[in-house]
């Protein structure tokens, strides 16, 4: 592989899609790329209003009596956890099984049919009367918020310039963090309600899904990635697509595009493979990742998912520890605003590592402090680390693969994510019923000092690389 500018006798020996991606990284920050970033951001504002209002609806569920708080057996479909797996199931299945249709079929049209697809399976969902047909429905929304998510990740590292990609996910995820405060507000408002007749978590999850639909409306911005084209042999488009960014970007800045410095690439095959993931350039990728998914997901939901829990388990009132967890929620849209600040200026691996470690000492600390200030200052600690994780792990993982295999690669390691996610609930459970609260931030610390571990020593360097240096 070299490195060099373009002149325009080297060009033509060039292949064209060295070229379209050396010009895609050129453009400089103007609004037709923070556009993109926007609307690409609230596709995944409304897949985490989906994902919080699943805490928020399940008391008006089963209030209702659709669903019970309590399970006459482990898999009793009729009980409240059910909802839940439903989902985790439904996202495992979208991400490990799905996801590779981004690869075959294009960034654009996934994101706008997969949320298409939940916004639909959704509102189906809000219509349901009992367990089975509600648990269903969730389950195929799920689906569809595992394919979504992996899909955002992979069409924002394509679309947006090496040099400012960090910030790209940082203002990503501040845009979807919003959502959980505001679902917050809306379940407050309507889920002890009966607004004209009907109960109010069915508007709670009706107005997720009439908002992602004013997402689809405004699909007619967002191109299809121009790497994608490319590397499936569309050359023409994904030149016209560059040829319009490059106008719009010298018309809103005011200045020329700077040459474009070209990195040669061997031969590409347009059509990836799911082994390629395990070959020997990318298995110890792949492995990092896995492992890396499966111990971040322990960390992350054994904490979040079980606040309330633990602080009553400390002798806090009920009242208080919900409105303890509702001030640590607030702060998760910190974690992205704190990341812009640094994005591009740190290695990933290290933003990663660090904020696991802070995650471990806020998860620590948490166990052993009584003062409320101190509770809520190392609840916000782990928040704010596990929201700098999430951006950081975001912009990183989608940098590891190339273009042709990019969407099953992250769909394939973040799927573990998954099956960690519905396996920590037991876990905690377990710990706290016999060891007690420590023994139970304990696994979440633990968890998150691997994580470190894994990313510090075989990550590698991806700071102001373009895709193709660190794949080819």
């Known amino acids: 592989m070299s490195v060099f500018s373009a002149s325009p006798l080297q060009q033509p020996a060039m292949s064209a899609q060295a070229m379209l991606a050396a010009r895609m990284d050129r453009l400089p920050s103007s609004k ?55 989902t985790f199931i439904g996202m495992f299945i979208g991400t490990s099984c799905v996801s590779f249709v981004a690869d075959r079929l294009g960034r654009r049209r996934v994101f706008i049919y997969a949320l298409l697809g939940y916004c639909a399976c959704s509102l189906i969902m809000a219509c349901q009367t009992d367990a089975m047909g509600l648990c269903f429905w969730r389950l195929m929304a799920g689906i569809g918020l595992g394919v979504e998510l992996v899909t955002i990740d992979t069409y924002l590292g394509e679309l947006v310039p090496p040099g400012i990609r960090g910030r790209a996910f940082a203002y990503n995820h501040v845009i979807s963090y919003l959502a959980g405060p505001i679902c917050g507000v809306c379940a407050l408002l309507l889920v002890p309600h009966e607004p004209y007749g009907i109960e109010g978590w069915r508007w709670v999850i009706g107005l997720g899904t009439l908002g992602s639909l004013g997402v689809f409306l405004l699909r007619g911005r967002l191109p299809e990635s121009p790497r994608w084209l490319a590397s499936r042999g569309h050359i023409d488009r994904a030149e016209q697509i560059v040829a319009e960014l490059e106008r719009k970007s010298v018309l809103q800045t005011g200045r020329d595009l700077l040459s474009p410095t070209v990195t040669s690439l061997p031969p590409q095959e347009h059509k990836g493979h799911f082994s390629e993931l395990w070959n020997r350039k990318y298995a110890r990728r792949t492995f990092m990742l896995v492992i890396f998914h499966f111990f971040a997901s322990i960390g992350v939901y054994g904490f979040m998912n079980w606040v309330p829990t633990f602080l009553i388990e400390q002798g806090v009132s009920v009242a208080h520890s919900l409105a303890y967890t509702i001030a640590m929620g607030c702060s998760a849209p910190l974690g992205p605003l704190l990341n812009s600040t640094f994005a591009d200026k740190v290695e990933r691996k290290w933003q990663i590592a660090g904020a696991a470690l802070v995650m471990a000492i806020g998860g620590l600390a948490f166990a052993f402090v009584r003062e409320p200030s101190l509770v809520i200052l190392c609840g916000v600690l782990v928040t704010v680390g596990s929201t700098v994780m999430s951006v950081s792990y975001h912009a990183y993982q989608s940098e590891l693969y190339p273009t042709r295999i990019r969407s099953q690669a992250v769909g394939f390691v973040y799927s573990f994510s998954r099956i960690s996610g519905m396996l920590s609930g037991f876990m905690i459970a377990f710990l706290l019923g016999h060891y007690g609260v420590i023994s139970a931030l304990g696994l979440v610390a633990g968890s998150m000092v691997v994580v470190a571990l894994i990313i510090g020593t075989m990550g590698p360097r991806t700071r102001g690389r373009t895709l193709e240096a660190i794949n080819d």
């Open 32 to 86: 037709v790329i923070w556009q993109m970033v926007i609307l690409l951001s609230l596709g995944g504002f409304f897949e985490t209003y989906e994902l919080f209002s699943t805490s928020f609806v399940i008391p008006g569920i089963i209030h209702s009596g659709v669903l019970t708080a309590s399970t006459a057996g482990l898999f009793d479909i009729h009980g409240a956890a059910s909802y839940i797996a439903a």
